[in-house]
């Protein structure tokens, strides 16, 4: 998500527009196609790029046919963005991804856009019912784990991991794992080579029990705020910690 005509590397890579096929919405899908995004960002840019991308990108994606989940601050990074978007089968993903690129939208914003961020091709290329923030707000963990063998630990988690946690309290949510088909939109790169099983939690995850023996590494765990709007005409960002005041509230109320 880095430059126009869809290439986020390369400006020279130019193509004509396509017109806009709209893919069918992902709600309800249990078995997307799922982009996990992560942007390591400009110092001090992050805020700037939520109030752009909740302003333009998120309608201008659902109208090229994409389904924009969960956008999350990380809390243990203050240059970081983290988001999810969907779509219900790789052909479906590439049409929406030439819509919106080669789109109105992202062609009058990418460079508003592309001034804040440092690098945006950490992206995971999953299966999976795909994740929007709980509407009771409150923190999300996301879990991403990196198993030794991906069967093995599919039924490891199904049998043991999952209950543990749900008997814990914190119950995994949108489980997803790697989708190994070829990126057939390769202007915007992904994640190849790993094998995943990403799971999200709603408030504090507690901790995980040893994984040692199942994984290659230590599961990666992301602390994220939900990006939130003030509901509304005139709807705004809400800055982290910020209840809407009497403005956001006449404007709901209206």
């Known amino acids: 998500m880095d430059t126009g005509n869809a290439n986020p590397r390369n400006s020279r890579n130019t193509r004509n527009a396509t017109p806009a096929t709209h893919a069918m919405s992902t709600v309800g899908v249990v078995d997307a196609i799922v982009e996990l995004r992560q942007y390591a960002l400009r110092p001090g840019a992050r805020d700037a790029l939520v109030e752009l991308f909740e302003r333009e990108f998120v309608t201008g994606q659902e109208t090229a046919g994409i389904t924009v989940g969960g956008r999350f601050r990380d809390l243990d990074d203050p240059d970081r963005f983290v988001w999810l978007r969907s779509f219900p089968d790789m052909a479906a993903r590439e049409r929406a991804l030439h819509a ?3 789109g109105p939208v992202w062609q009058a914003h990418r460079e508003a856009a592309n001034a804040t961020m440092l690098d945006s091709d950490d992206v995971l290329l999953l299966r999976g019912p795909g994740f929007a923030a709980p509407d009771a707000g409150g923190p999300v ?18 049998r043991r991991l999952r209950p543990a946690l749900t008997a814990a309290g914190c119950a995994p949510r949108a489980v997803h794992r790697t989708e190994h088909a070829q ?31 199942h994984l290659r590494a230590a599961p990666q765990r992301l602390r994220l705020e939900p990006v939130r709007r003030a509901r509304g005409r005139g709807e705004r960002v809400v800055a982290p910690g910020v209840r809407p005041g009497p403005a956001a509230d006449a404007a709901r109320d209206a």
């Not at 879990?143 to 063998?149: G, K, S």
């Open 100 to 102: 919106f690129y080669d």
């Open 141 to 158: 963990v996301a879990t991403v784990c990196h198993p030794l063998d991906a069967e093995a630990f599919a039924r490891h988690f199904e």
């Open 183 to 213: 990126n057939t939109f390769p202007a915007l790169p992904v994640r190849t080579g790993e094998e995943v099983l990403v799971w999200f939690t709603a408030g504090e995850a507690g901790p995980l029990p040893d994984l040692s023996a």
